[in-house]
């Protein structure tokens, strides 16, 4: 089944405490990008990429990393959470970006509920 | 900067009938303009989309029209059922100025009673 998959769906954590959610799409994508999505402010997205080792800013990029050294895998990173980090994340991905545009969407995981205390 | 504003919900009817959730867009360029639909505990859908001035999209009964006149991507259905509640979200994609970036509105909680 095509899918992108997250991973974990919930996570707890410390502040301060490093911690990585995965990423893994099995179609074959060139884009994929990260999103959270918090009350009252929408989905904003965080990082994307266009493909292997090419990686972009989006709109909150700050407190996150992220990698593209493989083109199904796409991790999320917090090298210091912190409790304004707690969030509902989403990874999207898509064959590429303008194909994202034009019609075919994008095909998002099913989410990772982060609480950072 | 680009951004969406989409009705205030959430927004509650009965069945069968008719529903309109707003979106109108703050763009520099050309955008593409979408509407997704996230059922509960699951990631977003597309629902359908419209790339040019005046195209409409439609999928499932749902309708949008891309209006550049008014900047705006209203969505409609005639006839709902309780299958489409949902949270509603409508985005733009700006191709010609914020390559690779995807702007979303804040979504609309819609809940359809027998």
């Known amino acids: 089944e095509a899918q992108v998959t997250q991973n974990p769906r919930y996570l707890i954590t410390v502040t301060g405490k490093k911690l990585t959610v995965t990423c893994s799409q099995n179609m074959n994508h060139e884009y994929m990008s990260w999103y959270r999505q918090d009350p009252g402010l929408g989905l904003r997205q965080i990082y994307y990429s266009m493909n292997v080792e090419v990686t972009d800013k989006g709109d909150v990029p700050e407190g996150y990393k992220v990698s593209r050294k493989e083109k199904r895998n796409f991790p999320l990173i917090l090298e210091s959470p912190s409790p304004n980090q707690t969030s509902l994340y989403f990874c999207?991905?898509?064959?590429?970006?303008?194909?994202?545009?034009?019609?075919?969407?994008?095909?998002f995981g099913s989410g990772t509920r982060l609480t950072v205390v | 900067g680009n951004s969406v504003t989409q009705m205030e919900g959430p927004v509650t009817l009965s069945e069968e009938a008719f529903l309109t959730i707003n979106c109108t867009y703050t763009?520099?360029?050309?955008?593409?303009l979408f509407w997704y639909v996230q059922y509960p505990g699951e990631g977003l859908q597309l629902l359908l989309k419209a790339t040019k001035a005046d195209d409409k999209g439609s999928n499932k009964g749902f309708e949008a029209t891309y209006r550049k006149e008014t900047t705006s991507f209203h969505l409609e259905k005639g006839s709902v059922q309780v299958s489409d509640s949902a949270v509603y979200f409508c985005?733009?994609?700006?191709?010609?100025?914020?390559?690779?970036?995807?702007?979303f509105g804040d979504g609309t909680t819609l809940t359809v009673k027998p």
């Open positions: 763009a520099t360029g050309y955008p593409s």
């Open positions: 985005a733009l994609s700006d191709r010609d100025t914020n390559a690779g970036k995807s702007t």
């Open positions: 999207a991905s898509s064959p590429t970006w303008d194909r994202g545009l034009s019609g075919y969407g994008y095909t």
